[in-house]
């Protein structure tokens, strides 16, 4: 759990899982013990998700749910009609942390945040937070009087984000991992290997873990149940500050994920 959000380090993501995919893997991973499940409007699994909550008869409140807002619809009005359009599709009275999916500076910070608090104030959210925000972006939004508790990014041993990661560290801000493994590539690097032979581990346990042990969040998706299970067992372990530094030391690449309507370069 971070200090300043009371969220599991390790989620179960839903992108790209539709459908009666989705209902078997979200339901796997809760059945598996997760009990932090990352979906998006965008993902266009809000009703699958709320189906898998439901059928494992686990308590709404011991699950928590991160969902997205679509950047083209982050003002004010549409913050608030998108939320409760969330609410009826996965079946639940409130949102634990709901976050702005690409940032959008066409429309005002006031217009997005101050919904945002509105709807933390009424309890229809717990947390707020953005997705793929750089630090000019976050600067922007702390300048309005807001602080967002999350920003959910693409970050994996050959893109670390260190520098976003220093500074969301020194606002309190946590970050969450999304593509943690690289979608894949990640697991052959060879340090990754050699750390796996090490501590008896898979590799995919070995970047988990890794990112955790940085005080960062990661939500790994998989349609495996021995996958489902064995990214989450990353959380029974802890690995030596020097095979930290290894990883943190692996050379850097370009991101993975780099869409059209991304402000990465703000």
């Known amino acids: 759990m971070s200090k300043n959000i009371n969220i599991p380090f390790i989620g179960f993501g839903t992108w790209k899982l539709t459908g009666e995919v989705c209902v078997k ?21 809000h009703k699958e998700v709320a189906k898998a909550v439901k ?9 928590f749910i991160t969902t997205k807002v679509w950047y083209t619809e982050l003002n004010y009005k549409n913050v ?7 609410l009826d599709e996965l079946k639940t009275d409130y949102i634990d ?4 999916h690409w940032p959008n500076r066409q429309i005002p910070v006031e217009e997005t945040f101050g919904a945002f608090c509105e709807l933390k104030d009424t309890k229809k959210i717990r947390y707020y937070g953005v997705s793929n925000y750089t630090i000019h972006h976050i600067e922007d939004i702390i300048s309005k009087g807001y602080r967002p508790f999350v920003n959910q990014v693409e970050l994996h041993p050959s893109f670390n984000q260190k520098e976003l990661y220093e500074y969301c560290k020194s606002k309190n801000i946590l970050l969450t991992a999304y593509s943690p493994l690289g979608m894949g590539d990640e697991l052959k690097n060879p340090i990754v290997v050699e750390l796996s032979k090490k501590y008896n581990v898979t590799p995919a346990q070995v970047i988990l873990n890794w990112i955790i042990s940085r005080g960062i969040a990661a939500i790994p998706k998989s349609t495996n149940p021995v ?3 064995d990214n ?3 959380l029974e372990w802890k690995m030596e500050k020097i095979d930290v530094e290894k990883i943190n030391a692996i050379e850097q690449k370009p991101r993975l994920l780099n869409p059209p309507w991304q402000e990465f370069d703000y």
């Open 80 to 86: 608030l009609g998108s939320l409760e359009r969330f």
């Open 97 to 100: 942390l709901l976050l702005v």
């Open 25 to 45: 893997a979200v339901s796997k991973a809760l059945e598996a013990g997760y009990r932090h499940i990352d979906t998006a409007d965008r993902y266009g699994n």
């Open 232 to 234: 989450l067992k990353s």
């Open 227 to 229: 996958n489902i299970k």
């Open 55 to 63: 059928d494992s008869g686990i308590k709404r409140e011991e699950i």
